[in-house]
């Protein structure tokens, strides 16, 4: 009996540290996307934005990072007008420096970008639709076998324990 005792202390004991590893290890981790605006050929002329767009698809959040040639190209934001006509008159935002830009979708919507170097009239724009971030799928309630008759709470807390830690040092190891 003692030694169940002491079993059972050193268990219960532990369970919080155990439980936090386990914890942790089991969450599922939220990341953005991070979409590199034309893939392998990056933010350059004669590339289809259009085409790299349509297989894709944008959520508030998420990031696009433009990958250009250092001193040739730039990204500006406009809207659908500057869009249509290669301006960067009025401008939203313009970003020259450096080999690569990112930008953060913050809202749902249409954005637009450019290069304002000569260069729109060659490909360089991208227009895209940016959809709410989708709610999480529901997660489905942790269903345990039934208990032996007799069980208690405690016991059932410890092997729920036990087992978060088999899973966590079987990933540790």
């Known amino acids: 009996m003692e030694t169940l005792r ?3 202390r050193l268990s219960v004991g532990a369970s919080p540290s155990i439980l936090l590893i386990a914890m ?6 939220v990341s953005a996307t991070k979409h590199d605006v034309g893939g392998k050929q ?4 004669n590339v289809n934005y259009t085409d790299w767009a349509s297989h894709e698809r944008f959520f508030v959040g998420e990031w696009l990072v ?32 450096g080999h690569s830009f990112a ?4 809202d749902a919507g249409n954005y637009y970008f450019i290069c304002s170097r000569g260069q ?13 971030t989708p709610a999480p799928a529901p997660s489905l309630p942790l269903q345990s076998a039934p208990s032996p008759s007799g069980s208690s709470a405690l016991t059932r807390f410890i092997s729920l324990n036990f087992a978060a830690a088999a899973v966590f040092l079987a990933g540790v190891f």
Request: contains cysteine; aromatic residues 16%.
């Open 6 to 8: 002491t079993h059972l």
């Open 24 to 29: 942790l290890f089991l969450c599922v981790s």
């Open 42 to 45: 990056g933010w350059a002329p």
């Open 66 to 97: 433009f990958y250009y040639q250092k001193g040739m190209y730039d990204v500006v934001q406009v809207n659908s007008t500057a869009f249509d006509r290669c301006s960067a008159e009025n401008a939203i935002m313009n970003w020259s420096r």
């Open 103 to 106: 930008f953060q979708l913050k």
């Open 120 to 132: 729109c009239y060659n490909g360089m724009k991208l227009s895209i639709l940016v959809h709410e």
